[in-house]
């Protein structure tokens, strides 16, 4: 089993509460991924968030700095919002990315982002979401797979590439790529039918319902003829790893807070309410905060139920305290994921 | 209204939920996309076991209709199919998370402007105010002290006691908020929206925000 982490970048917040530099926040997330490299953490996810509390932007820029920095960690997006995007331009990215890291540890997520100021902010329309989504989609997939640097693809939504070259070519040949969904079993139905790996976005309710969508992506990607190694499930939630758990609640707490009265503000949303948050903090709940062991016996539980080959955790949020994101950090690669391997080779 | 058959028009988060249970409830149910049967038919199997899964057509013909689909797709549903059908409209208009969509974009709510879309239909807003993972977590029996109330506005009244039969089998308590323009009272931003309440603080509620505002 990978553990990992996620962010979308994390403003850090000033003792008066008024939001500290953006620019900061992006260095803070590339220290991080260093970090979680020499930790030995096995995975690193990046954005795409485009607001002043979770800056990540450009996953392609932070994965190629990063790419240079690191020697063992794999990187991707979490996710790329393809739909508002240039696959070509995401591609290029990427394969560069890989080149830099010496080849095989690039991976890129394709996801329809959890919100819609990216149509907006490219100036793409909305009532063209599912439409771009899957020719987006479709030719990330045909550049990536293509045996040649030459590429052909016909579309409706951009004209059509005839045998142009899109490079550089990754140096292991494909780079993963994995659907992102939170939940909706179409989603679930089509990453089976692509042959692409599945990454769940678990943010509430308890994780193990996602159980049957597992089951219908694997039986869907069976029904098309897909088997082998790229069929597997990842799953995103959110946590924070700390030595004790009354620690882990009361350093998670009041980011969750200032998150979600940004987010109540711009949507509508009530005051969060502070046993919601304690409720979701236990098992069986969405977040994976506690001290290691708890965190560990947690994520082999949910293993039982969906049987996914990478957990990995979003901690930074609300303006975390950034010393608190990197312990985190530390005890999932050097506490957590020994304990992890250590339960699932007793089962 | 005696055990019948349920149509549910969407596969979603949504869609499958009030699929599950409806199944729970004893109905029969069948759900359908705009796309064919066999399409969805792994996914019913698995997400909704019990559920038939049929074409748009065949779930359109059910006893009681639920739309469900995201709504920027509200123009699949059809209303050649839906004329004189009894349909829970659960859609939700939410543009500061799924965007603006100009067709929605003035003070009639959502469902005002799907019935004119669906001008043949019995439209019943209801189910939008429940989040699609508290659906099979919060239902209780009738009479518990605790049991969640879900608000039903439409203009027809018989399309509306059909629906309250429903509601109240799925696990709450179904009250009537009045005219399908009633429904702009509980769509999202608003404090009904905005979490559960019984019968009694639901009544409470929308009799608060239907007085007229006092100067």
Redesign the interface.
């Known amino acids: 089993m990978e553990i990992g982490a996620y962010s979308f970048g994390d403003t850090q917040l000033n003792p008066d509460g008024s939001q500290r530099g953006t620019s900061e926040a992006v260095r803070n997330l590339f220290e991080a991924i260093v970090q979680a490299d020499h930790a030995g953490l096995d995975y690193f996810g990046i954005g795409e968030h485009h607001t002043t509390s979770m800056p990540a932007s450009s996953p392609g820029a932070i994965v190629a700095a990063a790419a240079a920095a690191t020697k063992q960690i794999k990187l991707g997006s979490a996710a790329s919002i393809i739909s508002t995007d240039d696959p070509v331009r995401v591609f290029q990215q990427f394969a560069t990315a890989d080149a830099i890291s010496g080849g095989g540890r690039i991976e890129i997520t394709a996801g329809r982002g959890s919100?819609?100021e990216t149509?907006p902010l490219f100036g793409y329309d909305?009532?063209d979401?599912?439409e771009l989504y899957a020719q987006k989609l479709d030719l990330l997939m045909t550049i990536n797979n293509s045996a040649t640097p030459e590429v052909n693809w016909d579309g409706s939504r951009r004209p059509a590439i005839t045998n142009l070259a899109v490079v550089p070519r990754p140096a292991a040949g494909p780079m993963p790529i994995w659907l992102a969904t939170g939940?909706?079993?179409?989603s679930s139905?089509r990453a089976g039918q692509l042959g692409l790996p599945v990454s769940y976005g678990i943010i509430?309710?308890a994780p193990h319902r996602f159980a049957?969508?597992a089951?219908?992506y694997r039986?869907?990607a069976a029904?098309a003829g897909h088997s082998g190694p790229e069929i597997k499930v990842s799953v995103a939630a959110l946590g924070l790893v700390a030595p004790t758990k009354q620690e882990a609640l009361d350093r998670f707490y009041p980011g969750w807070h200032n998150l979600n009265v940004e987010m109540g503000r711009?949507?509508?949303?009530?005051a969060p309410d502070k046993r919601a948050f304690l409720a979701q903090a236990e098992a069986p709940g969405a977040y994976y905060v506690g001290n290691p062991d708890e965190v560990a016996e947690r994520i082999v539980h949910l293993h039982g139920h969906l049987g996914h080959m990478r957990h990995f955790l979003q901690t930074d949020i609300g303006g975390l305290p950034h010393e608190h994101l990197l312990e985190s950090i530390q005890l999932l690669a050097t506490e957590v994921k020994p304990r992890v391997e250590r339960l699932l080779a007793r089962k | 209204m005696e055990l019948g058959v349920i149509g549910i028009l969407g596969?979603?988060?949504v869609g499958?939920a009030v699929a599950r249970q409806a199944l729970k409830a004893g109905y029969r149910v069948k759900i359908a996309?705009a796309k064919p049967a066999a399409e969805?038919a792994?996914?019913a199997e698995?997400?909704t076991p019990g559920a038939e899964a049929v074409d748009a057509a065949e779930a359109a013909a059910a006893d009681l209709v639920v739309a469900a689909v995201p709504l920027?797709?509200y123009r699949t549903l059809r209303p050649d199919l839906l004329a004189g059908r009894t349909v829970v409209d659960a859609m939700n208009y939410?543009a500061?998370?799924?965007?603006?969509?100009a067709d929605f974009d003035d003070e009639r709510g959502s469902s005002e402007v799907i019935q004119e879309f669906l001008a043949g239909a019995r439209l019943v807003k209801s189910l939008n105010h429940i989040g699609y993972?508290e659906l099979e977590v919060d239902a209780r029996e009738p009479g518990s002290a605790d049991r969640r109330a879900l608000a039903l506005a439409s203009d027809d009244d018989d399309a509306k006691a059909v629906v309250a039969g429903f509601i109240d089998r799925l696990g709450y308590d179904p009250i009537d908020a009045g005219p399908l323009s009633a429904g702009r009272v509980f769509q999202?931003?608003t404090t009904i929206f905005?979490?559960a309440h019984t019968a009694k603080q639901l009544r409470g509620l929308l009799a608060e925000a239907n007085e007229p505002a006092r100067p």
């Open positions: 919100s819609v149509f909305l009532g979401y599912d939940g909706n079993a179409g139905a509430g309710g049957p969508l089951e219908l039986r869907s029904q711009l949507r509508g949303w009530p | 596969a979603g988060q499958t996309t969805i792994l996914l698995i997400i920027h797709k939410w500061q998370t799924d965007g603006v969509i993972r999202p931003g905005n979490a």
